[in-house]
């Protein structure tokens, strides 16, 4: 984190010092983090806005690892077993603005001041929404009906300074539009035919069997899918 002298003359100087500081952090030493410092994390989590002020965020430890490699071998992704810790988000699903999910709007808000509060604590953190499917990790976690899983968050200290230079795809003046979208600002996606098929086959990952996933499917999904980071 920035000293906060350094921003003496310009307020703003510390908070964007420290956005531009966070990074994913995907490898971990083999040490455990203390329940105060997640504790921390999380009491920062829950200064973040939240639609009609409703606060409908949770947490959940994750602190047993047999519980964490099921979440793995339910479908979710194979870095969650890796971390020392976890943290479950989930948040009321009760909203009635379906349209624009001022649920999953909130819960948002609160994972990144979480992400931000652990890097100033000296931890390494990762948002992780590739999750089995919402009804499996409500069972294994007695989640009522009304709260909906949101991500997983990754939490323990890095094996090595994260990368702190990671270039932004698109200088912001083409991420910007005014009156309209911008100019310079479409994505490089797939078409529209791939997009949706790429969808059904996750679907149709989600809904597999949680033994055939075991037995061969979250092998070749780890090997041949799974999208690999070096930090």
Known sequence: MTNASDGKNDPAAGLMAAL???????KFRDQAVPRELLMRVIEAGVQAPS????????????????????????????????????????YD????????RDDIQSAAACIQNMLLAADALGLGGCWICNLPSPSFVRRLLD????????????????????????????????MVGVDRFPSGGQAKTPGRVTVHFLRFAYWGYRVTPQFLKKLFVNKLVDRYLTKKFDD
């Open 93 to 100: 699903n009760t909203t009635k603005n379906m349209p624009y």
């Open 143 to 174: 989640i009522p009906w009304n709260y909906s899983p949101v991500a997983f968050l990754m939490i323990g200290y890095p094996t090595d300074a994260p990368r702190r230079e990671v270039a932004r795809k698109l200088p912001l003046d083409q």
């Open 51 to 90: 639609a009609c002020n409703i606060q409908g965020w949770r947490f959940i430890l994750v602190e047993n690892p047999d519980l964490r490699r099921a979440l793995h071998e339910a479908g979710g992704s194979v870095m969650i077993p890796q971390a020392p810790a976890g943290i479950l988000v989930v």
């Open 20 to 26: 531009g500081h966070r990074r994913s952090v995907r």
